[in-house]
C-alpha cells in the first residue's frame, strides 16, 4: 500500500486501484474521479494524504477482474441463522414503530409521557442495536419510509438508531446511552403541537408557516420538562437544531456550548433526513448522504460526531443497494471482519448450491462495487 500526498494527485484522475484514508476507510474507488472538490473536502479534514494499492492515471481502464466466492466459512455457515436474525429485525423495527406512534398518540391525544417507561424501552433498543445493528440497517433501506402518515414516527425510529450507533462508537457508558436513546426518540416530540399541514407540506413554507416551524424545539423543550424528564434529555432536545458555526436555532449557539446530545442528534437527525423520502423531497442514497455530511460545508456539524457516524456505517453502508463489476446487482449486508476494508455483499438472483443466497466478499482484484443503485434501479 503506498500513499499519497494530495497536493501530488492529478485533478480528476482515476486511481487503478481503491483509495483508503486508512486501512479501512473507502474513500474512492477505481472508477470515481479523484476530484479537487473531494481533495478540498479531505483537506477541510486536515487529512493530508491517502493510501493505495493502485497508481493515478488521467483516464479509466477497466481491469480485467473475476467475481470470486467468499471463502469466509463463518458467512457460508451463518447464511441460515442470518435469515433468521434479519426476520427478528423486522419484527423488531415494525414493534418499534408501532410503539413510537401510539407513544405519539400517547402524548397528543392523553398528555401523558413517562421518562422511566420510555428509559426501559430504549434499553432494549440499545441491546438491539448492539446484537443486530447490521440486521436492522438492512431492514431500514427495504422499509420504504417517511410517508405523510408515519412521517414524525419514522424520523424518530431511525434517527435513534442511527444516534445509538453513534453514542456506541463513541463509548458512552449504558446509561448515557439510554439518556441519548430517549432524547433521540422524543427530539421532535414538539412538532405534534403543530399542525399537520406545516411539516408536512409540499410546497414552500410562507412566513409564517416557518416561524411556527422553527418554535418545535421549544415546544419540545417545555413538553418533556412538563413531564420532569432529565435536563440533559429536554436540553438535547432543544438543541438538536443548533449548529457549530452558530447558524442554527433557536438560541444560535456555537460548538462549545451545544451539549454533546444534541450534537450527536443533529447529526443522527441531517443523516436520516438526508436518507429518507420526505413529502417534498426524494430521498438520496446512503453513500450520497454520506459524502453530504462529509463536505460539512460551513462547519455546522461535530467532526468527531460525523467520523463517528461514518466510521461506523461505513462510506457505502450496510443495506446500501450496489452495481457490482460484475454486472451483477446486490446489496451492501455486512463488514468483512478479517479485512474491513472490504464489504461483504449479497447478489441478488444468485444461489450458492444448497439454496441460500450467495453472499460473496469486495476486493481490489476480484468483485467490487460501481456505484449505489436506487432501489428502482434494482427492480424490487
Known sequence: MKNYFLKDIPPDSYFTRTVYLDDRFVIAAPE???????VKILGSWE??????EGEPREDYVAEETAAEETDLSSITTLAASDADKLKRAEEFYASFMKYVEKLFTQVAIKNELSFN???EKIKSVCEI????RRFLMRVQKNIESGGDQNYLASHAVRSTI???IIGSYLKLPNHRLIELGVAALLHEIGMIKL????????RPLNPQEHKAIITHPVLSFNLLKSFDFPLVVSLAALEHHERENGSGYPQKLTSDKISLYAKIIAVACSYEALSARRPHKEAKDGYAGMLELLKNEGKRYDDTVVRALVF????????????LSSGKKGQVVDVNPENPRYPVVQVFGELTPDGKNKILETSPDGLYIVRPLTREETGS
Do not use: H
Request: aromatic share 14%; charged share 20%; hydrophobic share 45%.
Open 312 to 323: 461506523s456505517l461505513s462510506i457505502y453502508p450496510i443495506g446500501l443497494y450496489v452495481l
Open 129 to 132: 442495536i448492539r446484537e443486530d
Open 195 to 202: 399542525p399537520p399541514q406545516v411539516y408536512l407540506s409540499k
Open 32 to 38: 470515481m474521479p479523484f476530484t479537487a472538490d473531494l
Open 162 to 164: 442511527f444516534a445509538v
Open 47 to 52: 487529512f493530508r494524504e491517502v493510501r493505495s
Open 117 to 119: 417507561s420510555v428509559a
